[in-house]
């Protein structure tokens, strides 16, 4: 296994303090916090209908805090003129419905969707690397490279659900199938969602893995460990 890289997803840091509408707990330190403890990459969802990260996370993250920044978000109009301000290091491109307590799943993808093209064209261009979160599913993955796509991330849901199950086995092996794939296609490989302390260590292990993006297991540890053992327990798992 070569150097995995972690992203932490700091969504439930903003989830906590949106509980209350004030300034804690507060996403510049909990950044800080996972730069300092070995996270490598800050990630944040932003959804329209803003439920945890606000505008603003984004802004004062970028300014305040020296680091990588993914950004999480729906291909829309509205997201890209944010990313094209706020400049992320990268930015993966995810379904979003507005009923959806968490991503559900893959972008549905045939290659052929202009408007997803041209918002990861504009995203280029601008220098921002571009993933798209995908079903570990060969058209899909093909389709994403065809729209101009520089990484995939698989989605790994599926996965997670099955733990412990007959059926982990076979979702695994459809990760590092769907790995390859990625590999061979000549893009970067992600993976995330569900992720969790024990489940993490085969996805981790999958050949050609860069990166791995985790929030809800890390976030939810932090509240009884702290952030910095939280993110420094986790990144020891994937190395
Ligand atoms: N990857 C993507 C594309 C996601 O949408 C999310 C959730 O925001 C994650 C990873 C992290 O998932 P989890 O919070 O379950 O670790």
Redesign the pocket.
Known sequence: MGHVKL?V?I??VATLREARKEKNPDTVEAARVVYSSGGDLV?M?LRQDRRHIQDSDLERVRHEVKGLIHL?MAAVPEMEKIALRLRPDSV?L?PESSKEV??QGGMKLDGKQADLARVIKNLSKAGIEVSV?ADPDPKAIRAARNLGADAI?L???KY?ESWGKKLQAEELEQLAVAGHLVKELEMEL?A?????YYNVGPVARIEGMDCL???????SRAMFVGLKTAVSEMKRLIQ
């Open positions: 992203g997803n969504d439930h990630v969802h999480e993966c995810v968490t991503t979160f991330e989605c790994t849901t997670s992600h995330g969602h569900g992720l969790d993006n985790i929030g809800y297991s890390i976030i």
